[in-house]
């Protein structure tokens, strides 16, 4: 048994989704600091020997188990901490759309990262053309995003939830604010509700700390 949670990542990274859910539960949570796994080297086997993909976040959980994939890890911290908030009740009107905005984002933006931040490793010949082609596909999937799914002042209209979690921080990611304020407002203006709410402002801290 261990102590608490144990969350594997990078500040700045995927892992802040789930530092800050973690955070809306208000339980324990271990920071496992793995900065430099996306190259060989010993954080890279360190966070191997939990995630065989050496992807962030990793999570594991106080009975030892381990949890990768940031969507399902939201669903399971819903399920065990309905307090949280995190997602909409199984009966009522939001919890569809939040199930097909949840795994959208994780199944179609979140890919265009993966390949574009690293486009040399994908496309060799010419990585330039496929981190530019990447970056302009996730513009177009975020004005989906914000002319189909958001309401408005959360995500889902007047219920939090971790929509809005992953909003507050994938605006702050390329192509970052000054962007969304200009085309995707409705975005930023749940990323900036969710960056004043007090129990998430040291997350924000420690993840961005060059932010004002």
Not at 11 to 29: I, K, R, Y
Not at 104 to 115: D, E, I, K
Not at 144 to 156: I, M, S, Y
Not at 199 to 207: I, K, Y
Request: contains cysteine; proline residues 10%; glycine residues 8%.
């Amino acid at each position: 048994m261990t102590e608490g949670y144990r969350l594997y990542g990078v500040p700045g990274w995927g892992s802040v989704l789930v530092e800050a859910m973690l955070t809306c539960c208000g339980v324990p949570v271990v920071f496992e600091d793995v900065e430099g796994f996306d190259r060989e080297g010993p954080a890279r086997e360190r966070l191997r020997a939990v995630n065989p993909l050496a992807q962030v976040p990793a999570l594991v959980l106080p009975d030892g188990t381990v949890m990768t994939e940031s969507a399902a890890i939201a669903l399971l911290l819903a399920e065990r901490h309905p307090e949280s908030g995190l997602a909409p009740p199984p009966d009522t009107a939001e919890r569809p759309e939040f199930l097909r905005w949840l795994v959208w984002m994780v199944a179609n933006v979140y890919p265009t990262f993966t390949y574009g931040d690293y486009p040399e490793r994908w496309a060799p010949g010419a990585p330039n053309d496929l981190g530019a082609s990447t970056l302009e596909h996730r513009k177009r999937l975020w004005r989906q995003f914000e002319e189909a799914a958001v309401r408005g002042p959360w995500v889902l209209g007047q219920r939090f939830s971790a929509l809005d979690v992953y909003v507050g921080a994938m605006v702050r990611w390329r192509p970052r604010g000054a962007w969304f304020r200009e085309h995707c407002p409705k975005m930023a203006a749940v990323a900036d509700r969710v960056g004043g709410l007090p129990a998430l402002a040291p997350v924000w801290r420690r993840n961005f700390p060059s932010e004002p």
